[in-house]
């Protein structure tokens, strides 16, 4: 927002604006708006450039050359977004195959897991129908014949 040269106190609506265009040296043409402000505190009117751009003089053939580069450009851009796109679609659903191996696998190994777990369920059943079916297993204690070595 321009400030008032005479108090510095701001002030935002321009009386009014108009372009200005300017050929510089270097061959670049510098188009302006320059507005008229009037500061309400002290009454004063000052110019003060609101816009400026550079611009430059081109041959027609060249800026159409240089649109249809652009749009060449621009044509590789979307055919390159395209395959991102494609890469991208592809790289989830190796993923996700991935993961659904990795259970596939989890799963084989569980099922083996599962049935050892059986087998020895098995065995430990058995084992303890042995051990609740077998007649008395007290050990028969044979008289010690106490072996009294004297000599
Ligand atoms: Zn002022």
Redesign the pocket.
């Known amino acids: 927002m321009p400030t008032?040269p005479?108090?510095?106190?701001k002030v935002s609506e321009p009386l009014r604006t108009w372009p200005i265009v300017e050929p510089q040296k270097n061959g670049e043409i510098v188009d302006f708006t320059v507005g008229i402000y009037w500061?309400t505190?002290?009454n004063?009117n000052f110019p003060f450039v609101v816009g400026r751009r550079g611009l430059k003089l081109i041959e027609t053939d060249k800026l159409e050359e240089l649109h249809d580069k652009i749009k060449a450009v621009d044509k590789v851009k979307q055919e390159l977004m395209k395959k991102v796109d494609r890469l991208e679609q592809e790289k989830a659903m190796v993923e996700e195959s991935l993961v659904l191996a990795r259970l596939e696998d989890r799963a084989e190994n569980l099922k083996v897991e599962i049935s050892l777990l059986k087998e020895v369920k098995r065995e430990l059943e058995s084992m303890i129908k042995y051990l609740e079916h077998a007649p008395s297993l007290k050990v028969a204690t044979s008289e010690q014949k106490s072996i009294n070595r004297s000599v």
Do not use: Q
């Open positions: 008032c005479t108090c510095h106190s500061c505190k002290c004063a």
